[in-house]
Each structure stands twice: as C-alpha cells, then as structure tokens.
C-alpha cells in the first residue's frame, strides 16, 4: 500500500489545481491525485463551452448562492487578478472578454487541463486514475483510502475535491463527505436548462438558436429580464439566458421571448410585410406566429434535472469548515470546489470559487506540513 503525505481526491478543475500548488509547496513526489474516471479533467473540457471560462473580473458575493456570507472573507483574498497571475506563472496566458469574462488565450480548456497535467508531471505528482472512492477512515493519524475494487492508498492529510452531482449524477463525494463527519444540504440544478409545457412547439425548435431579450414572468410580476442567446431543446429552453433564470423558476411561471428586440412591430411589418421568414430561422419563423415574436411564450414545466445542470446548488456548509477550507469536523482534511454549499452565476464564477478554495486549501495545508 502506498503512503502519501497528500492524497487529492478528484482530478476535476479544484483537484488539480489544488495538487499543483501542494505539490509545489511540499514537493509532488508527497503528493497523488486519485480520480474515479479514466482521465482526469473531463468536466474541466467541457466548461464554457469547450472555452473555459477561468474567472471574471467581477467576482463579488451578490455573484453567487449558497453560503455567501462565510465564502466572502475568501472571495476578498483570491480576487481575479489574483487568479489570472497565478495562472500566468504557469504559463497560461489569458484574455478578457466581455462581460469581465476571462478566458485562456487560445480559448481551448484543453489549454488549461494541458498546463495544469505538465505542471502535476513536472513536480512529480502521481495521477491515479480509476480509483473510484468507497470508503475514508482514520487510521494512524492519517486516512485509509479505499477504493470499490479494494484497492487502498494512506495519506497523511486528505483534500476532497470530488465536484457535485451535475452532469455526472455522481453522489460518491458527498458519501465522502459524509464519512468525514459533515452533513450536505439539499441538492438541485444550479444554471439548468428549463422544461417547458408546450410540447409539440418546442420539439419542433429542436437544435435552433435565437438572439432575443427574456423575461420572466409569474402571473403580472416581471421577474427578470435580460438579453442573449437562446437555444430550444427537444423539452424546452436551455443557454446562459436561460440558465441565469433556472434558480428562481417555479412550474407555472412563463418565459416570453422578444425574438427581434432591435426592432418595433410595425417597423417590422413595414420591413417585411408581416412576415419572418427573412428575420428568423425558417423552424422559428414558422413556429412564432408574427404579432407574437415580441413576445413569445412558453410555461414553465420544471427546471431540468442534475444530470443536465451545469453546477450543483448545495453541498457541504462552510459553517463545518475554517477559513482556510479545512475541515472543522475531521481535522487533516480539506474540501474544496462544487462540493461546498456554493453555486455562482453564469460568466467564469463557479470555476474561479474552484480555484479560491483550491488554493486556499493547499497553502493551508503546506502551512501545517511546515510546523
């Protein structure tokens, strides 16, 4: 059985990070990334599109859900500037784009997960892959790993980074979690996809994407409003528009899309002659009756489940954490990332509260190593 000094459970955005920095803090020889899949870094490729939104230069706690309040003294120590400088002095050049949004300057992700796995091999930290997780105990001063085939790794320390259930429908890291004396919230979807009642509409939408203004309504209250693209789905609406809406919509509510917000309708109608055909996708044009391409409605059926969610809203409380993400519960671990009761907006929030409590947790953990 192999002995660590740092065993990384999750080889996701924070797990990787986070081994980077510990490696390079207590040496990466001292240091393994155990990841339950066949590679690491799969989710990480799929963010923003295959672009990978790292940060924003507007992270703030009115940004995010959850426990806002316990996660602001970090947001304030590892502001985006912070972030982006550390990523450069690994060689990652970025760019901002709109919106604050940060991006690597070859706006490819697999230019993130390339940097971060030469930097693991560089410092010598080993990737285990297919170790899925089945168990942690304690054991002489320290923590016994095992994995469902039986394999087992002891480490003297321990950072859980497993991500959340969305996308995967993975539940192994809160079990984790929860062998380590903490307790979960409630899951949901965080920035989900929404199912709409208009069946037979939206089927014929499928796979088309519209520019427009949203809003959303429940009865004669505006709930929200804002401008984007918006992509119809085989059971509804899905894109950041959408997305931005997912955490406050209840069934019943309604979605009304201004497909052409650039222009009046009789301006419209002087410009067409009261058809769309010219203006919108041919699937569109025919769906959306003219006097309704203003405002064109659908109702909300239910947002989508975890498996389509781009984060999960819930976790791990901070209350069961100090401030630099080390368990209050079970002291010698850390938690870090998705699996924390803390979900952010569209835009490259989620990734940067990945790489916060990744740091945090690592230099924290090489403070201890260091004592």
């Known amino acids: 059985m192999q002995k660590y000094r740092l065993a990384v459970i999750g080889g996701g955005a ?24 066949p590679r690491v870094g799969r989710k990480l490729l799929a ?31 590892y502001p985006p500037q912070r972030i982006i400088g550390y990523f450069q002095s690994l060689g990652l050049v970025c760019r901002v784009q709109t919106e604050g949004r940060v991006y690597p300057y070859s706006n490819q992700a697999s230019t993130v997960l390339n940097i971060l796995r030469e930097r693991l091999q560089a410092l010598d930290v080993e990737e285990r892959c297919g170790f899925p997780m089945k168990q942690i105990r304690r054991k002489e001063g320290g923590f016994l790993l095992t994995a469902v085939d039986g394999a087992q790794v002891y480490a003297q320390r321990v950072l859980l980074c497993t991500g959340g259930a969305a ?38 939408l499928k796979g088309v994407r519209a ?8 009865g004669k209250k505006r709930l929200a409003h804002t401008e984007g693209e918006v992509q119809f789905t085989e059971r509804g609406l899905s894109g950041i528009c959408i997305f931005t809406f997912s955490r406050m919509v209840q069934s019943g509510d309604v979605i009304a899309l201004d497909l052409v917000p650039d222009y009046t309708l009789p301006r ?15 699937a569109l044009a025919r769906a959306c009756p003219f006097d309704q391409c203003k ?77």
Request: contains cysteine; aromatic residues 6%; hydrophobic residues 45%.
């Open 14 to 37: 924070a797990g990787l990070l986070g081994a980077v920095r510990a490696g390079q803090l207590i040496g990466g020889r001292h240091v393994v990334v155990l990841e339950a899949g």
């Open 47 to 77: 963010t923003g599109n295959g672009h990978c939104n790292l940060t924003n230069l507007h992270v703030a706690p009115a940004q995010y859900y959850g426990d806002v309040t316990a996660a602001a003294p970090l947001l304030d120590l």
């Open 167 to 204: 996308q995967t429908g993975a539940m192994s890291g809160y079990t984790i979690a929860r062998q380590l004396g903490h307790t979960v919230t409630p899951l949901h979807a965080g920035l989900a996809p929404v199912e709409v009642q208009e069946t037979k509409r939206i089927r014929a």
């Open 211 to 218: 520019q427009a203004a949203v809003t959303l309504w429940r």
């Open 268 to 282: 419209l109608r002087e410009l067409t002659g009261g058809s769309l055909e010219g203006v919108l996708h041919k």
């Open 295 to 371: 405002d064109f409605r659908f109702t909300v059926a239910q947002v989508a489940p975890l498996r389509q969610a781009q984060i999960t809203a819930g976790g791990v409380p901070l209350a069961q954490l100090d401030a630099r993400c080390g368990s209050l519960r079970s002291p010698g671990a850390w938690l870090a990332g998705e699996i924390l009761n803390l979900d952010g907006k569209c835009g490259g929030f989620n990734l940067h509260w990945a790489w916060t409590t990744a740091l945090a947790a690592a230099e924290a953990i090489a403070k201890e190593e260091n004592q």
